[in-house]
């Protein structure tokens, strides 16, 4: 939200040459803030009022709560809003910070994605550099975790060394649709991907089972809702466009292309609620 303050006006002794920051903003305020609207409209209803930013609204899957991304103690944490009214409660992830993030199908556990926080051999190491930048060596692979809504406690579902661009819970909660890249580098997030569906194992890593035979361009990963298919965008044969839609069989070897018959660029795309059209 944009506000202008109409008195606003520069203090006595201003000096343009020395402008700060709070003084290029004009009087203008920018707080982001998440509203309630009726779906029929009407009356909206704003339930964040801290002036950290708040982001990211989810509903729980029986719309009891109201789950958001909002900095406490500088670091970024997923907040729970009940509708029937309070404080927003943190979900302690300790020193994780959540970028993504999404309810699973009984509302008990969030899934989240987060960067590993440094190692002290990699502190030491970027400090005995003298602050020398290695591009290749500067990101930091987002996680896959999930934690209990109830006590907190993250527990990761992936290695250090794999990198989750998107996710997706599998419609019985047990099993994850994922887009895993190379490394977190802004090109090789973007670009080489290996579509793949994890099962979370108790104490250790997932099990993985890659549906592609090499990273390629690919992007929007969904299961059917009947959980018996996983669908995500490939691009084939070009350097970043998405031309094929991809429906893979989610425990069996079949594998199509959806959109065959088309020469779509593909931006987007959803499942029905029947199972047996996708929209693109």
Same mark, same amino acid.
């Given at each position: *939200?944009?506000?202008?303050? !109409?008195?606003? $006006?520069?203090?006595?002794?201003? /000096?343009?040459?020395?402008?700060?920051?709070? /003084?290029? $903003?004009?009087?203008?305020t920018v707080a982001?803030?998440?509203?309630?609207?009726?779906?029929?409209?009407?009356? !909206?209803?704003?339930?964040?009022?801290?002036?950290?930013?708040?982001?990211?609204?989810?509903?729980? !899957? /029986?719309?009891?709560?109201?789950?958001?991304?909002?900095? $406490?103690?500088?670091?970024?944490?997923?907040q729970l809003l009940g509708l029937a009214g309070g404080e927003a409660r943190v979900l302690e992830t300790?020193?994780?910070?959540?970028?993504?993030?999404?309810?699973? !199908?009984?509302?008990?556990t969030i899934a989240f994605t987060a960067t590993l926080p440094l190692t002290d051999a990699r502190k030491q190491e970027k400090w005995a550099s003298g602050? =020398?930048?290695?591009?290749?060596?500067?990101?930091?692979?987002?996680?896959?975790?999930?934690?209990?809504?109830?006590?907190?406690?993250?527990?990761?579902? *992936?290695?250090?060394?794999? &990198?989750v661009v998107a996710f997706d819970w599998s419609p019985d909660g047990k099993r994850f649709a994922a887009l895993p890249s190379p490394s977190?580098?802004?090109?090789?997030a973007s670009h080489p991907q290996r579509p793949a569906i994890? *099962?979370?194992?108790?104490g250790g890593e997932a099990d993985v089972r890659w549906l592609e035979e090499k990273p390629r361009n690919a992007a929007g990963i969904h299961w059917s809702p009947d959980g018996k298919h996983v669908a995500y965008a490939l691009g084939v044969g070009t350097l970043s466009l998405l031309n094929h839609l991809?429906?893979?069989?989610?425990?069996?070897?079949?594998?199509? &292309?959806?959109? =065959?018959?088309?020469?779509?660029?593909?931006?987007?795309? *959803?499942?029905s609620g029947n199972d047996s059209l996708l929209a693109l």
């Open positions: *939200t944009k506000r202008l303050d !109409p008195e606003a $006006k520069p203090p006595p002794g201003f /000096d343009p040459a020395k402008a700060g920051a709070e /003084d290029l $903003k004009a009087g203008w982001t803030q998440i509203w309630i609207v009726p779906a029929t409209g009407g009356e !909206p209803r704003q339930p964040t009022l801290a002036a950290d930013p708040s982001s990211g609204p989810t509903w729980s !899957p /029986d719309g009891s709560t109201l789950a958001f991304l909002r900095k $406490k103690d500088g670091k970024a944490r997923i300790g020193a994780l910070e959540p970028q993504a993030f999404a309810f699973s !199908p009984d509302g008990r602050g =020398a930048i290695r591009w290749e060596r500067e990101w930091q692979p987002a996680a896959l975790h999930v934690v209990d809504v109830a006590e907190g406690k993250p527990v990761a579902v *992936t290695g250090p060394g794999v &990198n977190s580098d802004p090109y090789e994890l *099962t979370p194992r108790p991809v429906v893979r069989e989610a425990d069996g070897d079949g594998r199509w &292309n959806a959109a =065959a018959q088309l020469d779509p660029t593909i931006g987007g795309f *959803t499942w």
